[in-house]
């Protein structure tokens, strides 16, 4: 999903600076970086790169479930990141 859709899918009230955007921004920059690295394989700058954005990530989405579980969830399922457990 590129920045201009979500941002206009989102509601006014949500800026750059929040959360679900800077994991919008962080999933779009992994996927490059992961289609970048299955042709080359040994750029390992990149593949440590990929590493501090995933741990970047995962602090983010921590925090944010935390915060708010329902819109955690949602953004979960629109960026299609992990599976979410029923129970």
Do not use: A, W
């Not at 994991?23 to 390992?44: A, G, P, W």
């Not at 708010?68 to 953004?75: A, D, G, P, S």
């Amino acid at each position: 999903m590129p920045k201009n859709e979500f941002i206009s899918v989102s509601s006014q009230e949500e800026k750059k600076g929040s959360v679900e955007f800077q994991v919008l921004c962080f999933t779009n920059k992994i996927r490059r970086l992961s289609s970048h690295l299955e042709l080359h394989k040994k750029d390992y700058s990149s593949q440590r790169g990929l590493r501090k954005i995933l741990g970047k990530r995962q602090r983010l989405l921590t925090y944010f479930f935390k915060k708010n579980r329902v819109r955690y969830k949602e953004l979960i399922s629109q960026l299609n990141i992990r599976e979410i457990k029923k129970r």
